[in-house]
């Protein structure tokens, strides 16, 4: 029996930390849709055009040691800007949600264009001040030598542009529920969001 989890929201607001939590707490299969976008525009840094490098995804691509890097995550931004780009993802991510045993999967457009007839749908938004200084966190934990004010700059960017473009745009779904991470621990967001999906089975 599939049961599919959507979980959407800008990044660094805790969906992907929140997905990984429900996905093994059920025993779902977890996707970070994001990783596809990630791996597309990793694939670009090699000369190839962001159509050629969605099409030429496999699965070994996603494991690239790259894809967390400030680069990689400007570069998802601007090849999921590419309506060809994003419809050669949407059947593997289409096939990934209706898989036996459940799916969690987490991005910007799952409860929207991705999986709109998800069984849960949520939205994780948090501060763009917390955002950054999350992500801040998790980039200087890497080793990367970059500025709070660069990061908060580079979020608010992407935010921009993936909620202007015009193929799935940046936004909740219609029926979603949101959850603001904002003030929140990881530990009580994860129970919020695994009691509302207890409902929602019930």
């Known amino acids: ?8 929201g800008p990044a660094a607001a805790g969906k ?19 990783l596809l976008y990630r791996a597309t525009g990793a694939k670009t840094f090699e000369g190839l055009t962001p159509i050629e490098a969605a099409e030429s995804l496999v699965a070994a691509d996603l494991d690239r ?4 890097s400030g680069d990689a995550g400007q570069a998802a931004s601007r090849v999921a800007a590419v309506p060809e780009v994003r419809a050669a993802l949407v059947d593997f991510q289409q096939a990934f949600a209706r898989r036996e045993g459940g799916a969690v999967l987490d991005g910007r457009d799952i409860g929207t264009v991705i999986c709109p007839d998800a069984e849960v749908k949520l939205y994780v938004i948090a ?12 980039l200087v934990e890497k080793g990367e030598d970059i500025t709070l004010e660069d990061v908060l700059e580079d979020l608010r960017e992407r935010d921009e542009r993936d ?30 969001v695994i009691a509302l999906i207890e409902a929602r089975r019930a």
């Open 163 to 192: 909620a202007a473009r015009a193929t799935a745009p940046l936004k909740p779904a219609e029926d979603a529920t949101v959850i603001d991470t904002t003030e929140m621990g990881i530990e009580e967001a994860v129970a919020k």
């Open 65 to 68: 040691d790259d894809l967390r």
């Open 1 to 8: 029996m599939s049961f599919c989890i959507a979980i959407d």
């Open 127 to 138: 501060s763009d001040e917390v955002r950054a200084q999350r992500r801040h966190k998790e």
């Open 16 to 34: 992907g930390t929140i997905s990984k939590a429900v996905a093994k707490h059920f025993g779902f299969a977890h996707l970070d849709t994001g």
